[in-house]
């Protein structure tokens, strides 16, 4: 099993449609995770960390449930432009950061 | 503040050859990280420095190495380039707490003929 395991997707939604994916992490000891988006051939760019009571920037909201070990990213009212891939990131320590393989998100018009 | 800065952008090599990656992190970073990204893949762990120490590396063969200078830039250094090694090379900067996130450069692209 991998330590961390994100559906690679494609989604393909509707503009205005509000669309969420998950994220699962091995390691119970797993202390910070992050969400960060890549665009084709280009380098990831964070996009939020995640924290333990929940986060909201906009139109983006990340959850972490250390029960269940998975962390959400929630994007509502989607538009063209988060077309990308996302990556969630999960660190137990400094030499244990390790990034999903992304989910693939293509919002069409 | 300047983001994380990769030399060259695009290098062409052919079999055999060797490569050098440069990465400058951001300011007050001590962490440099390297990822290797093939085509359509998710990125791969490669090396980690910090304080000018290797850290920890990933899953790569020896000819992969590298090295932090005292102002904690980076080269990234791959001998006896094989093709499979066509890919993007990214470097990530941070900050010696672990649990900040990484801030990324770039990239350079190697493609090996």
């Known amino acids: 099993r991998k330590e961390v395991e994100q559906d690679p997707g494609p989604f393909n939604v509707p503009e205005g449609a509000t669309v969420a994916f998950n994220c699962t992490y091995s390691n119970s000891a797993s202390q910070s995770f992050f969400w960060y988006r890549q665009d084709c051939r280009k380098e990831p760019k964070l996009l939020m960390s995640v924290y333990s009571s929940g986060n909201e920037d906009g139109r983006f909201t990340a959850q972490l449930n250390r029960a269940s070990q998975y962390i959400s990213l929630l994007i509502r009212d989607s538009k063209l432009s988060d077309s990308a891939t996302y990556l969630c990131?999960?660190?137990?320590?400094?030499?244990?950061?390790?990034f999903g393989s992304g989910t693939r998100l293509s919002i069409r018009p | 503040e300047a983001g994380v800065t990769q030399s060259p952008t695009h290098l062409i090599k052919t079999r055999g050859q060797q490569a050098t990656l440069r990465c400058s992190p951001i300011?007050?970073?001590?962490?440099v990280y390297w990822y290797q990204q093939a085509l359509g893949l998710g990125l791969q762990f490669l090396l980690w420095y910090d304080e000018g120490e290797e850290r920890n590396r990933g899953n790569f063969p020896p000819r992969f190495s590298g090295r932090q200078f005292p102002n904690y830039s980076s080269e990234l250094n791959v001998n006896a380039l094989e093709l499979e090694d066509s890919a993007l090379y990214l470097c990530?900067?941070?900050?010696?707490?672990?649990?900040?996130?990484?801030?990324f450069g770039d990239g350079t692209r190697l493609s090996i003929l």
């Open positions: 990530a900067s941070g900050r010696t707490n672990w649990d900040q996130p990484q801030h």
């Open positions: 300011s007050g970073h001590t962490s």
């Open positions: 990131v999960v660190s137990s320590s400094a030499s244990k950061i390790i």
